[in-house]
């Protein structure tokens, strides 16, 4: 398995879960306050370090500056080369 299939299938997930969160909240089958988080082993980037990783969801405002169009999901290339 390749590094791009890899990010392009975390991508996919990452916009279905956002699919299932909006519908689910819409329609009052999940609640709006979720969270989950995990720890991953390893990092590249810190020596014998690991990585934090957490989502969580949560009501707020809706301001004027915020963009619905704009999805905020996307992974990132991180770590050293």
Not at 38 to 43: A, E, G, L, Q
Not at 44 to 55: A, D, H, L, Q
């Amino acid at each position: 398995m390749t590094d791009q299939y890899r990010k392009e299938r975390i991508e996919r997930l990452l916009y279905e879960l956002k699919h299932e969160l909006t519908v689910g909240m819409m329609q009052g089958e999940i609640d709006e306050s979720l969270g989950f988080d995990f720890i991953v082993p390893v990092s590249k980037s810190i020596p014998r370090g690991v990585v934090y990783c957490r989502f969580e969801t949560r009501p707020m405002v809706n301001l004027p500056y915020m963009s619905h169009d704009q999805t905020g999901l996307r992974v990132i290339d991180g770590g050293k080369k």
